[in-house]
């Protein structure tokens, strides 16, 4: 077998026709973050075909327990897409014979991204989650001598943190909550490098949202400003002990 | 995540996978019907484990009402506190719609399989960690243990995978035939 005979059997792989009943499901490239391929179903109409995923994207967040999500982020995403959402399906009406590959693959891609959003939906959510695990655990573990989002004066300016340990000399310690995110390490390490600056500097600690989901190159320059990188799931008693 | 969590939810998994599991009151099939008239049936209830309710354990399994003998879909669901929605465990799909790629990280043999019947084996996954079991990155699968013809080989099958001898007592779904 030939390079091309080779090359057309596997486009005729990643994309074909079934029918069933009066409707045809068409299995394109795309797929979800799961790795199902996307389906997108035709039904003629009086006034052309009815293109749509079939409620497949919602049915996949269905299975991991985020349809309520999914529906929030939908709307957005078929508004992008230039397709329709009706709480459960992505579609077209009115496609006529020749739009129908285009069709087929606006509903596609809308439908996997949907998927992808929810999931960037959820790990965001996770974020927020992270920061009321990190006040509660400050809380538990120095009482009322914890204060939140508090300013902090440095060498060059004031900054707001996280979480600010006081004790009878002003400022103990200073907690800085980071997102596993470029542009929160950056700021956390320029905010920590001002105060760390001082002559009678404070402790400086810095609580990973997500320590896993944070690069490694990144926590090492944390690290490096930091007096102790933290992951804000630890024990209270850790939390006085990182202080 | 943090390592340690994750580590302790991986661990309740491998748990919930062995423990003998039973429906913890009787279970039916519902009918929900989208705005073109399409209708999905659901079959869903909370699982004991070794003959205690605990675990975050539930059973879920969906087919299109207009499908007759395929396209059905099972897996067991796993809540956690800490855990956004829920993790998907063990699904096994049968005559599915819709194919599943193994990523190039699989092991040999598995490594960028297309699948039909599948269903996802637990020690498959878990040395990749929780991101397979919530669905945020493409899980391993494998072909069917043994082929099956009839929705009671579906039930059979996946009574012994989820260890869920229950199983095998449910209805067949209330499919309707569709004419032509």
């Known amino acids: 077998m030939n390079l091309k005979q080779i090359a057309d059997e596997v486009a005729r792989s990643l994309s074909f026709a079934e029918i069933s009943g009066q409707s045809a499901f068409i299995t394109t490239p795309v797929t979800y973050a799961n790795g199902t391929a996307v389906v997108v179903r035709l039904d003629p109409d009086a006034d052309g075909y009815f293109v749509s995923d079939d409620g497949y994207g919602a049915f996949t967040a269905e299975t991991m327990g985020a349809l309520h999500t999914f529906v929030k982020v939908a709307a957005g995403v078929a508004k992008r897409g230039g397709v329709d959402f009706d709480q459960r399906s992505f579609f077209i009406v009115r496609v006529d014979r020749d739009q129908l590959p285009a069709a087929v693959a606006a509903i596609a891609n809308v439908s996997a991204a949907a998927v992808e959003r929810t999931i960037y939906a959820l790990e965001n959510m996770k974020v927020k989650r992270s920061k009321v695990l990190f006040q509660s655990r400050l809380e538990e573990a120095f009482g009322n001598r914890a204060k939140f989002d508090a300013p902090v004066q440095g060498v060059t300016r004031e900054w707001d943190f996280a979480g600010v340990i006081l004790d009878g000399n002003g400022v103990a310690a200073v907690f800085e909550f980071v997102a596993p995110a470029f542009t929160a390490v950056a700021a956390a390490n320029m905010k920590i490098g001002d105060v760390r600056g001082l002559t009678d500097a404070p402790h400086a600690v810095a609580a990973l949202a997500d320590y896993d989901k944070t690069e490694p190159s990144l926590r090492a320059i944390l690290s490096n400003t930091a007096d102790k990188v933290i992951s804000v799931g630890i024990a209270a008693a850790d939390y006085r002990l990182a202080a | 995540m943090d390592p340690e969590f994750e580590a ?21 099939w519902i009918a929900v019907k989208d705005s073109r008239g399409n209708e999905r049936l659901y079959l869903r209830g909370a699982l004991r484990l070794d003959g205690q309710l605990g675990g975050g354990v539930s059973i879920f399994i969906s087919t299109p009402r207009l499908e007759w003998e395929s396209d059905v879909y099972g897996q067991l669901e796993v809540r956690r506190p800490g855990i956004r929605g829920h993790l998907r465990l063990l699904p096994i799909e049968w005559r599915p719609r819709r194919r599943h790629n193994n990523p190039a990280s699989a092991p040999m043999g598995l490594r960028l399989l297309t699948l039909g019947d599948r269903w996802h084996d637990f020690e498959d996954n878990a040395p990749f960690g929780i991101n397979g079991f919530n669905q945020t990155q493409t899980a391993i699968a494998r072909e069917l243990p043994r082929a099956i013809s009839s929705f009671s080989d579906y039930l059979n099958l996946a009574s012994e995978i989820w260890k869920l001898p ?3 007592t449910i209805e067949q779904p209330p499919w309707s035939k569709t004419l032509f």
Request: proline share 4%; aromatic share 4%.
């Open chain 2, 166 to 168: 229950d199983l095998r």
């Open chain 2, 8 to 28: 302790q939810i991986i661990a309740h998994l491998r748990v919930v996978c062995a423990a003998s599991k039973a429906f913890d009151s009787p279970v039916r």
